[in-house]
């Protein structure tokens, strides 16, 4: 299995509060991707980083921020949880591109089960 | 952007028989096709994959069909085992590096 560990893997929290899930690697990947699963939606990009420092926003990124201070560590915030937010939150590394082929997989963590109340 | 549509849903079959699994996409720009599976619990897992430039991939009893032309590529897993029940799903990438996800299929093989 790629070395992605997420934290936590589950939590519970109010609405309104802040909350961070965290997601490490120790592929030294350059891409780092967070997605949300719900029934009957599969896995939607919330945020994407292709760099330390770089990032950009997925198809629901509203709600949502993210930071890339080291290789490793790809951060996703939730400024102030809503109800909608509930959900499972995916971490995904990609290595980077061989001999300019964008033809590599991703390699998914555990998930984190976020219940926003 | 990409529209990946992912069918069936649900799909119920006796141990030892076939299952197949469709999707198609929007994007003529998509190249790359990777399947995946998600056990209870787990984060998906990828399975198989194939680039635009191939029509066929085979890996033991999981094969994936390609076919650009019309936009879909299919998953086909022979001899079912118990073991194959889990959420299976597509995915389109193009070289934009972003992948979208077809809404999954609940595979369920009966003993």
Redesign the interface.
């Known amino acids: 299995d790629a070395g992605?560990t997420q934290s936590p893997r589950h939590k519970v929290t109010e609405t309104g509060t802040p909350v961070t899930l965290r997601c490490h690697q120790t592929e030294n990947h350059r891409?780092m991707y967070w997605y949300r699963q719900d029934p009957?939606?599969?896995?939607?990009?919330i945020h994407?980083s292709?760099g330390v420092k770089d990032t950009d926003k997925?198809?629901v990124s509203d709600g949502y921020s993210v930071s890339r201070s080291k290789t490793e560590d790809f951060l996703l915030t939730l400024e102030s949880a809503t109800s909608s937010q509930t959900s499972v939150y995916?971490c995904?590394i990609?290595g980077g591109e061989t001999g300019g082929s964008?033809?590599s997989?991703?390699?998914?963590?555990?998930?984190t089960r976020l219940t926003v109340t | 952007g990409e529209n990946v549509e992912q069918h069936p849903s649900t799909l119920s079959v006796q141990e030892g028989d076939s299952a197949v699994i469709k999707c198609t996409y929007s994007d003529s720009a998509s190249n790359y096709f990777p399947w995946y599976k998600q056990e209870l619990g787990k984060g998906p897992q990828l399975i198989i994959d194939i680039r635009s430039n191939v029509g066929e991939k085979k890996d033991q009893r999981i094969a994936v069909t390609l076919n650009k032309t019309a936009k879909h590529f299919s998953l086909h897993i022979t001899e079912t085992q118990p073991e194959d029940s889990a959420v299976y799903f597509c995915a389109a990438r193009s070289n934009a590096g972003k992948s979208t996800f077809g809404d999954g299929t609940t595979l369920t093989v009966k003993p």
């Open positions: 992605i891409y009957g939606h599969g896995l939607r990009l994407y292709y997925g198809e995916f995904a990609r964008y033809n997989p991703l390699h998914f963590g555990n998930g």
